[in-house]
């Protein structure tokens, strides 16, 4: 487990007073939600850019690299299509993650 320690200005210690763990808590809570939100969002975008490609090749990303043509512009395609794939495999396991922790 990780610890962690807020530093408050005392002026605004005043304001809200003695903060207990359970508020914490719940502000990295709402934190997460909204990372969630964000990385959905993102996700999205990625899985729409990579179900053009699929489109565009009639194929995945394993099917066009099997049958990959030797151009300039076929490699580029490959290499921008295995970053989408890449990227969208770490938000999904990060999503996944956060959704754990929010219950």
């Known amino acids: ?7 408050i200005p005392d002026d605004i ?3 809200i007073g003695d ?3 359970p508020l914490y808590y ?10 969630l939100l964000e990385k959905r969002k993102k996700l ?6 990579i179900a053009a490609f699929q489109a565009k090749h009639s194929a995945t990303l394993e099917e066009f ?3 990959l043509s030797d151009t300039q512009k076929a490699h580029e395609e490959w290499i921008e ?3 989408l794939e890449s990227v969208v495999q770490e938000l999904t396991n990060s999503i996944s993650k956060l959704e754990k922790l929010l219950g």
């Open 1 to 7: 487990m990780t610890e962690i320690t807020i530093k």
């Open 13 to 15: 210690k005043k304001i």
């Open 19 to 21: 903060l207990d763990e």
């Open 26 to 35: 719940e502000a990295l809570k709402e934190v997460a939600r909204k990372k």
């Open 44 to 49: 999205t975008a990625l899985q729409k850019k």
């Open 65 to 67: 690299a099997q049958n």
């Open 81 to 83: 299509w295995s970053y």
